[in-house]
Structures are given as structure tokens and as C-alpha cells.
């Protein structure tokens, strides 16, 4: 079946830093991939959408120039989260279309980023 | 815009019983796609089972059901025998298949499921 590797699983980092996460799709190609953000016992809220070779599209109230995607290739889309600060603390995780498996999506096993 | 709405924050059911997690819906596009995902405390998105806006039969995976009533716009998530492992958290999904949309999901709010030894 479609399988998301996605990297780190866990992550500490000092405030400022900048921290990149990786999707990558080990057996299929990734037209569309999607970033979500999850704060504890909350839902999956959608960051941003990116296409193989274009920019991503925001959702309104997240901050381009903070999380920065980039969808080189149909195999692998990274998210960096720069200047981080506490309140960027959360669970990301990843979901990629193109797959067959699962009615064509495939979540990453999701990015626990603390920020201290 | 579509919006998916859980009304169940936390369920408790004993073990080896069924169980019926809520989800209704509303969206304006005649074609979508509902999908129930389950979220251990590990983190990762597990897929249950997906139904159709134009599938007339309700969707079953094993132990899970669907009960879709389209005139009510609901997708509730019927578990069989519940075990121990079935606790975590429950999420409701739509997918927008219009045409021009990203097809991203839409989740609901999830409802914590605990099963009771």
C-alpha cells in the first residue's frame, strides 16, 4: 500500500532556530500534499496545500514566511518552521494524494515539535 | 465551505459492546466523500472507512460500519465488540469533490473513545 514517511517523529528546538520536516512518499508519486497542525485534543486544522513545482497555497491566518513548504518533487515535501517559538509547539503531520491506498490519502506518522 | 460537526467529546463503552460515534455534516456539493479516521495517543492517522455521497449501500470494514443517512446528513461510525485497543481519538473527514477544489478534508472535532476492560 501507499506509504508517507515522514521525519522527524520528535523535535526540540531553542526558540529562533528553524526546524524542517520532511514528507516523503516511498511508493507513489505525491501530486498534492497537505500540512496540518495539531494542538492536544484538538482536530486536524489544514496549514497549506502545495502542488509538485508550485508555490503552496496558505490558509488564511497562517503566515507564509513562517512555514515555509517547498514540494520539489513528487516524492518529497518539506515544511520548515522558521524563527520558532514556543507557541509553535504542536503535532504536524503530513497527508499526501496520489496514492491509491485509503480512497487516495496517505497521513505521515506526524512531527511532535516542541519549542523551548 | 463545508463543515463536519462531532457532538461526542468523550464516549466510554464496555468492552466486547458496540458503540455509535456521530458525525453529521453540511456542504452544498451534490458529490463528497466521508471518511473516518482513528488517532491513537501515538499520533498517527489511521484509515477506518470512506463512503460515498452516491454509494446507496452503507459502508462496512469489519468490525466498523457506516450509517450514512443522506437526507439527514449524518455518517455515524458504528463499531462491533469493542476491545481494549479501540480507545483513541475518532475523526470525522469530508472531501470536497467538486470540481477546481484541492480535495483537501475536512475534519469534525473527534470524540475520545474509551473502552472499558
Known amino acids: 500500500g501507499a506509504v508517507v514517511s515522514q521525519h522527524p517523529s520528535r523535535v526540540i528546538c531553542k526558540s529562533g532556530t528553524s526546524v524542517k520536516i520532511e514528507c516523503r512518499s516511498l511508493?507513489?508519486?505525491?501530486?498534492?500534499m497537505f500540512w496540518y497542525r495539531q494542538f492536544p485534543k484538538q482536530s486536524l486544522m489544514l496549514m497549506a496545500t502545495?502542488?509538485?513545482?508550485?508555490?503552496?497555497?496558505?490558509e488564511q491566518g497562517v503566515e507564509k514566511d513562517k512555514f515555509l513548504i517547498n514540494h520539489a518533487s513528487l516524492t518529497l515535501s518539506t515544511l520548515t518552521v522558521t524563527s520558532a517559538h514556543p507557541e509553535d509547539s504542536s503535532f504536524y503531520i503530513c497527508?499526501?494524494?496520489?496514492?491509491?491506498?485509503?480512497?487516495?490519502?496517505?497521513f505521515g506518522s506526524g512531527t511532535r515539535l516542541t519549542v523551548v | 465551505a463545508q463543515k463536519i460537526t462531532q457532538t461526542q467529546p468523550g464516549m466510554f463503552v464496555q468492552e466486547k459492546e458496540a458503540v455509535t460515534l456521530d458525525c453529521t455534516y453540511d456542504?452544498?456539493?451534490?458529490?463528497?466523500?466521508l471518511f473516518w479516521y482513528k488517532q491513537p495517543s501515538s499520533g498517527e492517522m489511521i484509515f477506518l472507512i470512506y463512503?460515498?455521497?452516491?454509494?446507496?449501500q452503507n459502508a462496512t470494514e469489519g468490525r466498523y460500519s457506516l450509517n450514512f443517512q443522506k437526507a439527514r446528513k449524518s455518517a455515524n461510525l458504528v463499531i462491533s465488540a469493542s476491545q481494549l485497543g479501540d480507545s483513541a481519538m475518532y475523526f470525522c473527514?469530508?472531501?470536497?469533490?467538486?470540481?477546481?477544489?484541492?480535495?483537501?478534508?475536512?475534519f469534525g472535532s473527534g470524540t475520545q473513545l474509551t473502552v472499558l476492560p
Open positions: 497527508s499526501a494524494r496520489g496514492g491509491g491506498a485509503n480512497y487516495g490519502y496517505t
Open positions: 511508493d507513489f508519486q505525491a501530486t498534492t
Open positions: 502545495s502542488n509538485e513545482g508550485s508555490k503552496a497555497t496558505y
Open positions: 456542504t452544498s456539493d451534490q458529490s463528497y466523500g
Open positions: 463512503q460515498g455521497s452516491y454509494d446507496e
Open positions: 473527514a469530508m472531501r470536497d469533490l467538486s470540481s477546481g477544489s484541492a480535495r483537501q478534508l475536512t
